[in-house]
């Protein structure tokens, strides 16, 4: 099930949670309802970087800034690119070193992305000498990639930990 969100100027809304965002020296301070810091994270273009603190039954920082962002940072710059011919969304996801089980669950999560509407393709790409990789999907449309991330994947189907998460409208298609 979708969870709810809902964004009002620095207030976060999901589900029944309640965030407060603050700027705090470079980077955002994320509170609770009841004033308990729960992270902080950092945006730079479209990429959102957490530091989170893991509190019990709080939401993923990385959730709340990307909310966050794409309600007061980006949505300027959606409206400036929309004009621009596109042939589709590129999503580019960076992830840290993973393990083996960690890469077939993620491999059994991209089979289930690439069947989702407007998926053109996903790759899964990695250096072999620092283990750093990245997941490279294509979309369709901004609509359908943003209604697979909110889709609900099969059993044993986990998508990597993410370090950051890049948008870009694609231009040119091989």
Known sequence: MASKTHVDGNKVTIDDSL???????GQYAVTDEFGLRTGY??????VVTPEDYGVEGAHPVL?????WAAAN??????????????KGFCRVVTHEKASEADLEKARAYRAWMRKQPGCKASYYVTDPSSGKGMTISIWETRDQMNAAKEARPPEGAVLLKSLGVEVFPMVEEP
């Open 19 to 25: 965030y407060h965002v603050s700027a705090a020296g």
């Open 41 to 46: 994270f950092s945006v730079r273009g479209r």
């Open 63 to 67: 959730q709340i800034g990307k909310l």
């Open 73 to 86: 940072l980006w949505k300027a710059n959606e409206k400036s690119t929309s004009s621009l011919p596109t």
